[in-house]
T-cell receptor, first 118, second 112 residues
Framework: GAVVSQHPSRVICKSGTSVKIECRSL??????MFWYRQFPKQSLMLMAT?????????EQGVEKDKFLINHASLTLSTLTVTSAHPEDSSFYIC??????????????FGPGTRLTVT | GENVEQHPSTLSVQEGDSAVIKCTYS??????FPWYKQELGKGPQLIID?????GEKKDQRIAVTLNKTAKHFSLHITETQPEDSAVYFC???????????FGRGTSLIVHP
């Protein structure tokens, strides 16, 4: 149980284009989903937290107009990198949590998406 | 905000040896401490967690200990195997949002 999938696993796009990454909870309903960015040999950097049906909460320094997050259902969240540039190249990882924050602690991570902007 | 320090950054052991990774946290209100294993090119996987009302938790070859007074917690892996080689992250979070703050990771290398 507690499986989170991401699609695509790898994507290469040209500078200036937009890329959408999907995150799905396969066997549970995810009230809250998180999006992280990870640079090589570094820790996970939280970008934003999204609750189903409401606007995402972005961490300081993360451009919400560049990284669009939608959490339209209890099993799907999407991250769209708009007008991508080479510096956006990174490993993007989502995670999902079941239930409300008062009843569930565990986060389950997706396998990650490697984005390369050329 | 919370600050989590993790040591060592790299740990190299021989197969069969034990491995210990240590973390400290700054916010005394933190009460949930998960540990994640991340293999190359994959997302982190929750391997064990502990809550502040417990001092120790074991699951087969892995165990986690928590010292609330000293604000530190540790991951212990016994009888290490080459497949234990990965990056391990500790994290700390507290009630309300339970959004974790991660340590910087420990690269564990188990030599056969």
């Amino acid at each position: 149980g507690a499986v989170v999938s991401q699609h695509p696993s790898r994507v290469i796009c040209k500078s200036g284009t937009s890329v959408k990454i999907e995150c799905r909870s396969l066997d549970f309903q995810a009230t809250t989903m998180f999006w992280y960015r990870q640079f090589p040999k570094q820790s996970l950097m939280l970008m934003a937290t999204s609750n189903e049906g409401s606007k995402a909460t972005y961490e300081q320094g993360v451009e919400k107009d560049k990284f669009l997050i939608n959490h339209a259902s209890l099993t799907l969240s999407t991250l769209t990198v708009t007008s991508a540039h080479p510096e956006d190249s990174s490993f993007y990882i989502c995670s999902a949590r079941e239930g409300t924050s008062g009843t569930s602690y565990e986060q389950y991570f997706g396998p990650g998406t490697r984005l390369t902007v050329t | 905000g919370e600050n989590v320090e993790q040591h060592p950054s790299t740990l190299s052991v021989q197969e069969g040896d034990s491995a210990v990774i240590k973390c400290t946290y700054s916010d005394s209100a933190s009460n949930y401490f998960p540990w994640y294993k991340q293999e190359l090119g994959k997302g982190p996987q929750l391997i064990i967690d502990i809550r502040s009302n417990v001092g120790e938790k074991k699951d087969q070859r892995i165990a986690v200990t928590l010292n609330k007074t000293a604000k530190h917690f540790s991951l212990h892996i016994t009888e290490t195997q080459p497949e234990d080689s990965a990056v391990y992250f500790c994290a700390a979070s507290k009630g309300g949002s339970y959004i974790p703050t991660f340590g910087r990771g420990t690269s564990l290398i188990v030599h056969p």
